[in-house]
């Protein structure tokens, strides 16, 4: 019960700490923000029937938005700005330990990412009919808790918030524009199919063209390989930082 207390503890001061962040709550509404007025201007241009090439490319855009800024932004910045005001390391040296601390931390912004890719896919345009819902859920929940903790590293990467920020840029462009652009491309397509985020646009795309989607041993690979790695990285640097107590 202890352990639940801190662990609870550790989730509220964190969506606190992201709540009142103007910066870092922009980022979910403008995601769907963009997804809705790109779905208006399509319907628009299309005479307002969207094809299944239009809806796959909304639903990248959405997709790729919400693992890759919303992500890195919620988690990255939220750690960045604990130790740009020095908070990080009092809580570390308190009766929390580090995986209380690193679920903690995860815990709203995992749940939020889900709840935004489940509003993407409603407000794409796509038949519902058309999408194996279990299916995008489980991928979902895979990518967005990587994304999570990549957001992590990011934040024990970064000094400052600001930092966190140019840390994120290279990470974002390649894990979101590739994906985005996979289908305009051999090569970028090959690329996409070992990211995390492509594993998931492709999935959504295969459900906007009409086809049935199944997890191929690849994309169940792609997603457990890199999510094992990213783990084992921010592990290396939180005993790194010196923030594992003894």
């Not at 800024?69 to 009092?90: C, N, P, S």
């Not at 796509?126 to 991928?139: D, E, K, N, T, Y």
């Not at 492709?202 to 792609?222: C, R």
């Amino acid at each position: 019960m202890d352990n639940i207390n801190k662990l609870t503890a550790v989730a509220q001061i964190k969506w606190i700490c992201i709540s009142r962040n103007t910066a870092i709550m922009i980022g979910p509404l403008l995601t769907v923000a963009m997804v809705w007025m790109v779905k208006i201007l399509y319907s628009i241009n299309s005479g307002g029937d969207l094809s299944p090439i239009l809806v796959s490319l909304i639903l990248s855009l959405g997709i790729s938005l919400n693992l890759c800024m919303d992500g890195f932004l919620m988690v990255g910045t939220a750690i960045a700005e604990e130790k740009e005001k020095h908070t990080l390391r009092v809580l570390m040296t308190s009766s929390v330990t580090g995986m209380q601390y690193f679920i903690g931390s995860i815990l709203f912004p995992f749940v939020l990412m889900n709840i935004i890719n489940i509003v993407v896919l409603v407000i794409s345009g796509i038949s519902m009919s058309q999408v194996s819902v279990a299916a995008f859920l489980l991928v979902s929940a895979a990518a967005s808790l990587i994304s999570c903790v990549m957001g992590m590293i990011v934040g024990l990467c970064a000094k400052n918030q600001m930092n966190a920020n140019l840390i994120s840029y290279p990470l974002v462009i390649v894990l979101m524009m590739i994906p985005m652009f996979g289908n305009l491309s051999e090569k970028l397509h090959h690329i996409s199919g070992f990211l995390f985020t492509g594993v998931l646009t492709e999935m959504a795309s295969g459900f906007a063209e009409g086809m049935s989607y199944t997890l191929k041993p690849l994309d169940i690979a792609v997603l457990i390989g890199e999510l094992i790695i990213s783990i084992l990285v921010f592990l290396v640097l939180y005993r790194r930082n010196g923030y594992e107590k003894d």
